[in-house]
């Protein structure tokens, strides 16, 4: 398929998210990531992060369920969105950098993510050993017009037959481009109306990433840059593959 990549100026994302994924050094304080966050005001407030996982037992005397949830582990950093709705997360292993609606530009945010992450090698105490994952994951939401079908905007929409009217729909596909070799999640949803006068809304949730033939060097940011521009145009064309052009022409 061929697809027209182009400049939209009023896109449906709602969150584009860049995710630097390392490989920490042994011992990572938690003072450490306070102090990076510390040095990142611009930012905002940032608040403790924090990790729960449960486990549910199935194989009990009475062959009832039962639930254990483990207690919380302090795991990192989150700021809040500030004014220009951009927000970092900040944890041993990663660092990703949030950009909320409304969107800019790749060639607005990348640079910023990118010395973001600087700061955070350049930290003796959370130097990473090396890279394990690059990904970009676009977030977007497009409201559906009243009397709108679903084909007037997905070039694949789900079938249901004539019988039947769809009120929800999921579709979620995990893909590996034969030309790049990079890995897509690829997210459908269509949603119900949410509030009145609304005709609900289709949910394109795009996360593309690479966990082979990383840089060498956690701090080799040409080879980190070059990582990044291959996913963000896979990234662009598995989003216009999925639209059609008459959807797409909405965003203009």
Not at 230 to 243: G, M, P, T
Request: proline content about 7%; overall charge negative.
């Amino acid at each position: 398929m061929t697809v027209n990549v182009r400049h939209l100026p009023n896109a449906p994302i709602t969150e584009a998210i860049i995710e630097f994924g390392v490989i920490p050094q042994d011992s990572v304080e938690l003072s450490a990531l306070k102090a990076l966050a510390d040095s990142l005001s611009e930012y905002g407030e940032f608040k403790p992060l924090y990790q729960v996982s449960s486990t549910i037992r199935f194989e009990t005397p009475d062959n009832k369920p039962e639930a254990e949830v483990s207690p919380r582990v302090h795991v990192g950093y989150r700021s809040d969105p500030d004014e220009s709705r951009k927000l970092v997360t900040i944890t041993p292993d990663s660092l990703l950098f949030h950009k909320l609606r409304p969107y800019t530009s790749w060639g607005d945010i990348f640079p910023e993510a990118l010395s973001i992450f600087k700061k955070y090698t350049d930290t003796d105490a959370l130097a990473p050993v090396a890279i394990r994952k690059l990904a970009v994951r676009y977030i977007n939401h497009i409201e559906l017009e009243r009397g709108s079908e679903l084909d007037d905007y997905l070039r694949f929409p789900p079938e249901h037959g004539k019988d039947f009217g769809l009120s929800g729909y999921l579709k979620r596909a995990q893909l590996q481009d034969n030309r790049t070799k990079l890995f897509v999640n690829k997210t459908e949803i269509v949603e119900g109306p949410r509030a009145p006068g609304t005709h609900g809304v289709i949910v394109l949730d795009n996360d593309v990433y690479a966990t082979e033939d990383l840089p060498d060097r956690v701090d080799d940011l040409d080879a980190i840059k070059t990582v990044f521009n291959r996913i963000q145009k896979l990234k662009n064309r598995v989003f216009f593959s999925s639209l059609t052009d008459e959807a797409l022409g909405k965003f203009q």
